[in-house]
């Protein structure tokens, strides 16, 4: 059993920087594929990026490619998403997946609760 906990949202005006934290808990975490995705309000979750256990393979939605890096610390069992040139459309609930998919898109066995992200015009 894996249990996921994001932090690091918030509200921030455009063009500005966060980082997001996943920090799991269960031995296996780091055997297994990470991913963030997010879901505005009346619309559909969507992915948005992930990594291989090993940090060897990243993808991403092309929304955005160039201003997010997703990365991983197996030793603490912890994925970040680094958000940066942040734009009003990227506001929405972010939420950290994992598990033992060789596809990154998913589909992931576990999951957060979701971090708040608000980006101001």
């Known amino acids: 059993q894996v249990q996921l906990v994001e932090s690091g949202g918030g509200l921030v005006q455009a063009g500005g920087s966060l980082r997001l934290s996943c920090a799991a808990s269960?031995?296996?975490?780091?055997?297994?594929?990470s991913g963030w995705f997010r879901q505005a309000p009346g619309k559909a979750r969507e992915f948005v990026a992930a990594?291989?256990?090993?940090?060897?393979?990243?993808s991403y939605i092309d929304s955005v490619k160039g201003r997010f890096t997703i990365s991983r610390d197996n030793a603490k069992n912890t994925v970040y998403l680094q958000m940066n040139s942040l734009k009003p459309e990227d506001t929405a609930a972010y939420y950290c997946?994992?598990?033992?998919?060789?596809?990154?898109?998913?589909?992931?066995?576990?999951w957060g609760q979701g971090t708040q992200v608000t980006v101001s015009s």
């Open positions: 997946a994992a598990g033992p998919t060789s596809i990154l898109y998913g589909p992931y066995d576990y």
């Open positions: 269960g031995r296996t975490f780091n055997r297994y594929a």
């Open positions: 990594i291989t256990w090993s940090g060897g393979r990243t």
